[in-house]
């Protein structure tokens, strides 16, 4: 079955500066790749995803890259803010909603 | 996106009890799911919720423990039954709305068993 691995555990930038997380998958198959935010107490939001036929999506100060050569995707976070202290999941699945398979999740706190 | 509303919001609870988390949905979904959170780790599914019928649950989960409900297309509740100090995380409802193929979590409900 799937399996994601997600880099780094722990992050710390400075207020401004780039974030960066990598995530690999497992199954070839796998052609979608959501990224949620999960704050202190609450539920995991959704802040972006991309689909196995788009190699790069940009929202805002978010962007997501995709190598499926490689098994690879990728969240970056430009000018980083306060407000983006938080935990980050990568996600990866082929078939459905239900078959979602999340990574181990990354905290990423921002240095003022 | 759709709002989830998910009860309580946490509680604190005695081993050998069982509590009742509530999830509703304010438009009609075609998939809710649980999950469960522990401690500083990822999310694992627990089960997927199915309108009228029993829920379909993953591996290590089992519908003695984990009883749910899903009597219409907005609405589910899970029973996390005889619980311990294991089952102490935070239990998420989780949907996916009609046209979408996106997973939308509810806020999740902080259970501490003592």
């Known amino acids: 079955g799937e399996n994601v691995e997600q880099h780094p555990s722990t992050l710390s930038v400075q207020e401004g500066d780039s974030a960066v997380i990598k995530c690999t998958y497992s199954?070839?198959?796998?052609?979608?790749f959501p990224w949620y935010k999960q704050e202190l107490g609450k539920g995991p939001q959704l802040i972006i995803d991309?689909?196995?036929?788009?190699g790069e999506k940009k929202d805002q100060r978010i962007a997501v890259t995709l190598n499926k050569t490689a098994k690879h995707f990728s969240l970056h976070i430009t000018e980083t803010q306060p407000e983006d202290s938080a935990v980050y999941f990568c996600a990866a699945t082929y078939s459905s909603a239900s078959k979602i398979i999340f990574g181990s999740g990354t905290r990423l706190s921002i240095r003022p | 996106s759709a709002v989830i509303s998910q009860k309580p919001s946490r509680d604190i609870c005695q081993r050998g009890t069982s509590l009742t988390i509530q999830c509703q949905v304010d438009?009609?979904?075609?998939?809710m799911f649980w999950y469960r959170q522990q401690p500083g780790q990822s999310l694992t599914l627990i089960a997927t919720?199915?309108?009228?019928?029993?829920?379909?649950?993953e591996s290590g989960f089992v519908i003695d423990k984990f009883p749910i409900s899903r009597p219409n297309l907005t609405f589910s509740t899970l029973t996390v039954s005889n619980m311990s100090p294991e089952d102490s995380s935070i239990y998420l409802c989780?949907?996916?709305?009609?046209?979408?193929?996106?997973?939308?979590f509810g806020s999740g409900t902080q259970l501490s068993v003592l």
């Open positions: 919720a199915n309108q009228g019928s029993e829920a379909t649950y």
């Open positions: 989780s949907v996916v709305e009609q046209g979408e193929e996106k997973l939308f």
């Open positions: 199954d070839s198959a796998s052609n979608y």
């Open positions: 438009s009609q979904v075609t998939m």
């Open positions: 991309i689909r196995s036929n788009v």
